[in-house]
């Protein structure tokens, strides 16, 4: 993870640019330079360390609380488990983190949401782009109906960042990070339908990663899997990270355990607790935790 919060570019450029006496060079100058290489060295430099925070986030349907003062931090290129009883809120806290509740009729939230620092809610929020941003996976692997390599390059082609040929080349390159390319390299203009259900989960996982995401949002991402896919899906996450920050709800406590640094745990509408994933599992601090993570109910 990164360390702290890097300061702005011109507090950095200067100090870069200090012992070297430069601090005034001209544009294209040697500070310039070196921004460019410490970009390149590390593209989130200039970029908070939370990916996500939630500040007193309240979310309701009608006039029924769901959650109330979530205060969450979600650390850049870090696995965070959602878990808890069913109907406790996992799904509808990780669905308002890239806005997927507001269509809902009477959603409500208060308090706010921030991805690298602003708020999701911000009138100049492009909604298309939040979602580019905060990708999401669902418990059954939803392709679309179109080719599997149509699926994989729909959002790239929606956002335009790639076309023609170049969209070959992500088809490929994407495929082949989830581990799908063998199965499919001779079948990449038949429907997705007739893949296996983990297969069809890797094509949807191929498909979020497609448009470069900062976070992905995972809905019991295994769940409806067999083991095999399951552990393949979860070694898939360990690799993606740090790239990329996760945020994950499961009803499986060992996969919790296994790929998550943090967790938080869910029950009547609270964030009872949160905190690293082995002293939440340990040493939990409230009973309620205690008994949910010794699988005493849920
Ligand atoms: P979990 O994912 O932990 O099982 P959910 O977030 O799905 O829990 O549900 C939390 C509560 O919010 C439940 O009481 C559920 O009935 C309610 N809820 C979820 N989605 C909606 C919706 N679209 N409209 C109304 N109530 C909803
Ligand atoms: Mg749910």
């Known amino acids: 993870m990164p360390a702290d ?6 507090e950095r450029t200067e100090g870069a640019a200090r012992p070297g006496g430069v601090a005034s060079a001209p544009e294209g100058g040697p500070s310039q330079a070196v921004d460019s290489v410490l970009d390149a060295l590390d593209p989130d430099r200039d970029r908070p360390a939370n990916v996500i925070e939630t500040h007193g986030l309240g979310l309701s349907f009608g006039s029924k609380p769901v959650l109330s003062s979530i205060d969450m931090q979600f650390g850049r290129g870090t696995i965070t488990a959602l878990i808890g009883p069913t109907g406790s809120g996992k799904s509808t806290f990780l669905r308002s983190l890239n806005r997927m509740n507001d269509k809902v009729v009477g959603f409500r939230h208060e308090g ?45 082609r929606a956002h335009r960042i790639a076309k023609g ?91 919790a355990r296994r790929v998550s640094h943090r967790t938080m745990f869910f029950y009547d509408g609270q964030l009872v607790e949160q905190g690293p994933t082995e002293d939440l599992f340990e040493r939990p601090t409230n009973l309620q935790t205690e008994r949910y993570v010794m699988g005493r109910f849920g």
């Open 5 to 10: 919060v890097p300061g702005s570019r011109s």
């Open 112 to 156: 706010d949401a921030t991805l690298d620092g602003r708020s999701i809610w911000d009138p100049g929020t492009d909604l298309l782009d939040l979602r580019r941003r905060v990708g999401m996976l669902f418990q059954r692997p939803n392709p679309f109906p179109m080719s599997i390599r149509d699926n994989v390059v729909a959002g790239v």
């Open 165 to 255: 040929k170049q969209l070959d080349v992500v088809a490929e390159q994407r495929l082949r990070k989830v581990g799908l390319w063998d199965a499919v390299k001779d079948r990449l203009h038949d429907t997705p339908f007739r893949l296996s259900g983990g297969q069809q989960q890797l094509l949807c996982l191929a498909r979020a990663l497609a448009v470069g995401p900062d976070v992905l949002l995972l809905d019991e991402p295994t769940s409806s899997l067999d083991p095999i896919s399951t552990e393949y899906i979860e070694a898939m996450l360990a690799e993606l990270v740090p790239a990329l920050t996760l945020i994950v709800v499961t009803h499986n406590l060992g996969q």
